[in-house]
């Protein structure tokens, strides 16, 4: 009954656990819920204010495809800002969120049967998006010894007669590793060399901690502004998931083709969000320190109990609000558990706290926990688990 591209799409692994932890608090079960994706801090009251406004002055109509000019502006100049390179309003596009920003762009770039290469482990959206759009993800393992980033000759060896793009998430979600200049230059002379795309996933651009700096791959080499396409938006480093604007600066024709496929799916972002971002992008650095800040508290204390457990082995976020441990002594063959979706069916069912098995992102043998929670819950969910872990070991 349903299309062949329908069937071929892959379930979220997130939804039954998720289903878990609703019915289980429905149930009245303190649950400490550990998998969100999105900070728990409330939007600036800005941001709020400027999108009441916007409702009061009847901006609640369609808008051009590509988004409102203004916002189209303040875009570019933000992109001009931040990477260093120069960005007019007709290279950026804003969409319905950074995974919208994604999808048009796969949409855009990809014939049927082209290759994009993705670091493993990954953005669970990344492989459905290119499949969806008629294209073949190929996944690029990467392992510990490297911190989970991809190498120039694994990268090398990736590489296909049909591979179009490379996608590379920095910082990643969900380890929280960012790349270095050092490790992103060589990367970009074999972008340059096969003259392939790069679609680089910036979307936790301003979640960076130990002073540590994000650097974005255009902004190393500007020279390739026609092969680089630069996602981000809002949804992480204002507390705006809900309100779903992203933005993409690329080069004219592919802005344009971008916009011309929203033209015929959403028509255009929502306009009260819009004018909403544009309250955003007003914000300083200062005021959005604050609330990286506090993740850097909240990932120290989610860092530092994790390293007490026995057994467990732990890399140290730099950026992102994840922190990605291994489990693999609890999972696998003669182990406790078979798959880390046992595992954490598991510790949802016997501890209460609700965490994303590895499997999401290609990788199991691994745990996905978020410190975008309050201080209390990360405390209570640390406790729990390494009492669950410990018991497990027995």
Same mark, same amino acid.
């Not at 309003?89 to 994604?102: D, F, N, Q, R, Y």
């Not at 909403?276 to 850097?296: G, H, S, W, Y």
């Given at each position: 009954?349903?299309? @062949?591209?329908? @069937?071929?799409?892959?379930? !979220? ?22 998998? %969100?994706?999105? /900070? ?20 609640? =109509?369609?808008?051009? %495809? ?32 950074? =995974?919208?920003? &994604? ?15 993705? $670091? ?8 459905? +998006? ?5 294209? *073949? ?30 996608? &590379?998430?920095? $910082? !990643?979600? $969900? ?49 390739? *502004? ?24 690329? /080069?004219?024709?592919?802005? +344009? ?20 971002? &544009? ?5 300083? *650095? ?12 909240? #990932? ?34 003669? @182990? #406790?558990?078979? !798959?880390?979706?046992?595992? %954490? ?17 290609? %990788?199991?043998?691994?745990? #996905? ?6 201080? @209390?819950?990360?405390? #209570?969910?640390?406790?729990?688990? =390494? ?8």
């Amino acid at each position: 009954m349903i299309s @062949k591209r329908a @069937k071929e799409i892959q379930p !979220s692994l997130t939804l039954s656990l998720s289903a878990k932890i609703k019915a289980l608090q429905r149930e009245g079960v303190d649950i400490v819920s550990l998998g %969100a994706g999105e /900070p728990d801090f409330p939007t600036p009251k800005i941001v709020q204010e400027k999108a009441i406004e916007a409702i009061q002055k009847g901006f609640t =109509k369609y808008t051009p %495809a590509a988004g409102i000019p203004e916002l189209r502006e303040r875009v570019a100049q933000w992109f001009t800002e931040t990477l260093g390179v120069d960005y007019e309003p007709s290279e950026v596009v804003i969409s319905c969120g950074a =995974k919208h920003t &994604l999808y048009n762009v796969m949409l855009t770039l990809l014939n049927d049967g082209d290759e994009v290469i993705i $670091p493993l482990p990954y953005w669970l959206s990344y492989p459905e +998006q290119i499949k969806l759009a008629g294209g *073949k993800a190929v996944i690029l393992p990467t392992s510990e010894e490297t911190h989970f980033k991809i190498t120039p000759l694994a990268l090398e060896r990736a590489i296909q007669p049909k591979t179009k793009a490379l996608i &590379l998430n920095t $910082p !990643s979600n $969900p380890t929280g590793m960012i790349y270095t200049e050092e490790e992103l230059e060589p990367i970009l002379e074999i972008i340059e060399k096969h003259n392939m795309f790069l679609i680089s996933d910036e979307i936790y651009s301003q979640m960076v901690y130990d002073q540590k700096r994000h650097i974005s791959p255009i902004s190393l080499c500007p020279d390739l *502004k026609d092969r680089i396409l630069v996602v981000n938006g809002v949804s992480k480093a204002y507390s705006m998931t809900g309100w779903r604007i992203g933005f993409l600066a690329s /080069p004219k024709e592919i802005a +344009q083709g971008v916009a011309n496929i929203q033209s015929h799916t959403t028509s255009n972002p929502c306009s009260i969000a819009q004018y909403a971002a &544009l309250a955003a992008l007003q914000l300083t *650095k200062d005021e959005v320190r604050i609330m990286v800040n506090e993740f850097e508290k909240r #990932r120290n204390l989610v860092y530092d109990s994790l390293k007490t457990i026995e057994g467990m082995d732990v890399f140290k976020p730099e950026g992102a609000f994840y922190i990605f441990p291994s489990v693999k002594n609890w999972v696998g063959e003669e @182990k #406790r558990f078979s !798959s880390t979706v046992q595992l %954490a069916e598991a510790l949802l069912e016997k501890k209460g706290v609700g965490v994303i098995p590895g499997e999401v992102f290609g %990788a199991s043998g691994y745990i #996905r926990i978020s410190f975008a929670a309050s201080e @209390k819950d990360l405390e #209570r969910g640390m406790e729990r688990i =390494k009492e669950f872990l410990e018991q497990e070991s027995l």
